[in-house]
C-alpha cells in the first residue's frame, strides 16, 4: 500500500515561488508513472503535472511554464517547483500515481495571496 507524504506548502504573495515535496513509500517508486494534484476550495481535484517512469513530463495549461516536476528515485521523492504563483494556484497539493491510487495522503496547503 503506497504511503504518500507532501510537505513545503505555505502562504506567499501572488509572483513568489513554493517548492513541494513527496516521499513515496510501500510501492516500487521506479515503476509508476507520479503526478502533482491539487484541489482548490470548492472543485473537485485535478491533476497539474505529471512525470512519466522515463521522465517525461506534461502540465494542466493553468501552471504550464510555471510548474516543473521532478523525482528523485533514490530518495523516493517527488518535486513541485512553482514560480509566479497566482491566486487561483490556491488548493491543497497531493502527490499520486497516475492513475491515482486510491489512497491519499495529507497533501499540503498553498495559499497565494494577491
Known amino acids: 500500500q503506497v504511503t504518500l507524504v507532501e510537505s513545503g506548502g505555505g502562504l506567499v504573495q501572488a509572483g513568489g515561488s513554493l517548492k513541494l515535496s513527496c516521499l513515496v513509500s510501500?510501492?516500487?517508486?521506479?515503476?509508476?508513472?507520479m503526478g502533482w494534484y491539487r484541489q482548490a476550495p470548492g472543485r473537485q481535484r485535478e491533476l497539474v503535472a505529471s512525470?512519466?517512469?522515463?521522465?517525461?513530463?506534461n502540465y494542466a495549461d493553468a501552471v504550464d511554464g510555471r510548474f516543473t516536476i521532478d523525482r528523485d528515485y533514490d530518495k523516493k521523492t517527488m518535486l513541485l517547483e512553482m514560480n509566479n504563483l497566482k491566486p487561483e494556484d490556491t488548493g491543497v497539493y497531493y502527490c499520486?500515481?497516475?492513475?491515482?491510487?486510491?489512497?491519499w495522503g495529507q497533501g499540503t496547503q498553498v495559499i497565494v495571496s494577491s
Open positions: 499520486n500515481e497516475v492513475p491515482a491510487d486510491p489512497n
Open positions: 510501500g510501492i516500487a517508486f521506479g515503476f509508476y508513472d
Open positions: 512525470i512519466t517512469v522515463g521522465g517525461t513530463t
